[in-house]
């Protein structure tokens, strides 16, 4: 997905993605929704694969290689990705069993940080 986001940008080369249609235009080319299009912008800025110059927003020519994982907003997203699959595709027993376990590591947290 996010492949598919970063050559439609550099297509572009530079653009506004507050520019009424923007984000749309590049939602219609990439199959990919508004919402996603905005977080992949986010990521490439975060990487340093574009750069704003106030509105404006290009595509950096030879950016350094970087990993998607030096990204919070990716590594954000994956977690986010990861515990909705867990609740969707997760049993009954298997919520419980996970949800116990959180109960118990935050009662551990709070008790350790009441001794601190």
């Not at 199959?31 to 595509?59: N, P, Q």
């Amino acid at each position: 997905a996010l492949k598919k986001v970063y050559a439609a940008l550099k297509q572009l080369r530079q653009f506004c993605l507050d520019k009424p249609g923007a984000v749309d235009m590049i939602s219609s080319r990439t199959g990919l929704s508004a919402a996603m299009v905005r977080a992949s912008v986010e990521i490439f800025e975060e990487l340093v694969f574009i750069e704003r110059e106030g509105d404006m927003l290009s595509v950096v020519p030879k950016p350094r290689k970087r990993n998607l994982t030096d990204s919070a907003k990716y590594r954000r997203m994956m977690e986010q990705t990861e515990a909705e699959k867990v609740l969707i595709y997760s049993t009954a027993a298997e919520l419980t069993v996970r949800l116990k376990e959180l109960a118990q590591a935050s009662n551990c947290n709070m008790k350790t940080e009441e001794l601190a």
